[in-house]
DNA sequence: AATTATTTTTAGATTTGTCTAAAATTAATT
DNA sequence: AATTAATTTTAGACAAATCTAAAAATAATT
């Protein structure tokens, strides 16, 4: 079976919503989408009676094992062409998204395949996300320097580089500890601090010392 | 402005049938793009809206310099892109069509560039097609010998490999002269004669020696 | 618990590209 | 030149994906 653009696309915002939730709500969706939520529901429809997800009137959606396994193939293939236009092509790594949009969904097969043989069998991407393997596992999450986080990409604090008084004293004060979710919205090249955002409260800065001393993963 | 890869398909289409006529007509458009007559009339009226092409009623369609600018854009891109499958990723000249029909439609100006640089600007892909530069121009065609001519491509005979008059007996013969139309309809591995068919005629074998005596650029 | 607010679904319309069948035009043939 | 044949266009319908506006269901609030 085959699937339009349209709905691949729709089976890759459902997959990555569901990461955070369990369930995917309509309005959810059509926000992810830029697209109603009327649409929304005409398409679940069309998706449920193609087996790629439950669904259940009023109650939100969740992937079936056909449409998760969809949804990894095209994460392979989005992946795949961004580590190929910023390592093979020189692109830089923040104008690789909107081209890889496209090329996610050419449906060759033999393509991928040897694409990923090209670039050597890659396991993470230029943004630090996993690459799913041909049988759609990917390796774990990648813990990264708070610092090299890209902007506006929401991570959580999975561990700091030191253990010293100082630097707990300071996440206590600041309240911030493992698990806390944050995204970074500005980075200011002078002093390289950067401005983050944590849920329900303001954003504040932080100095280059202590965004070198977190670890985080992106969620 | 932007184009369907519905209408991108069309302006190919008519750029490569103009090729061999002056004007194209609505039935042989039909037959080239796999679609009924009258699809091809509602979408004739809406290219020549966009200005992409002439067309007045019952009387064919020739692009206009817009249309032939976007024609040329996709044939870039379909050409190089063949020439990366076969050149970086090693397919076989021969499994590279189907692909490249979708990657043509790979919006991303900076992509074409990038791509048409690392492959170190390309003057011919794998079917010794010339590739169009960024301004659209493209070299002549090349000359190639018969033997290495893709079967079922239309040639024309544009040399010799000497002008003996056993040769030219034998040509003379054969009905086969400068100018003279053909395509090879099969290759016998055996002993390397090819079959070929002349507009009009019976298919018939000519040797290895005579074929390799033959120069003929594609039309 | 009853009311209000929010979310979700339905119903009907729109756009794009396609189709069939019938009408109009052009080309071919007697 | 008149008739037949082939090509091309029009008219009306259909499927995919979307939208607006109204109705239905769920969630939140008093």
Redesign the pocket.
Known sequence: MSF????E??IKAIFHLQQEDGNV????L?AE??????????????LKAKKLLS??????VRLSADGKKLALGIVRKHRLWEYFLVDTLQFGWDEVHEVAEELEHITSKKLVEKLDAFLGHPKFDPHGDPIPDSHGKMAAQQHINLIDLPINKMAEVSGVGSQSTELLELLKHKHIGIGTKLEIKKKFSFDNSIEIKIKNQNAFTISQQLAQALFVKIV
């Not at 709500?25 to 959810?28: A, G, L, V």
């Open positions: 339009s653009i349209t709905e696309n729709y709500s309509t309005n959810e059509a989408l830029h697209t109603k939520a009327a649409s929304v529901t005409d398409m679940l429809k069309k669904y259940e009137k009023y109650k939100g």
